[in-house]
């Protein structure tokens, strides 16, 4: 990978942090073929009393900017299927749903 594999953004108000979003890079394959560098969102928060407020669109827009820097096509954020309202927040942000992984203890 080339400069770093990962950054993070941070959202301040008055030299308080209100936001923040973590990015990597990951290379994902399909079958045998590897898959364009892909760019990953690996958390995002807002603070309660700044959402809606655009600084979500922001922090993902800064992330956006530093994955195709590191040659990132495409960008990902993962959430639980269950949470409808995290889904629709990241319709919002432009994600689109791709795909669905699956998961297990392992002992």
Known sequence: MSKRDGTAFIAEEDGDAIGLVAASMAHHFVGERAV???GVIAGCWVDPGYR???TARALTSAAGQWMRGEG???AEA???PANHEIREIWEAL???ASREFARKRLE
Do not use: C, I, K, N
Request: proline fraction near 0%; avoid cysteine; charge should be negative.
């Open 52 to 54: 809606m407020r655009g």
């Open 36 to 38: 364009e560098h892909v």
């Open 72 to 74: 990132a096509a495409y």
């Open 78 to 80: 993962s959430y639980q």
């Open 94 to 96: 432009g994600y689109e």
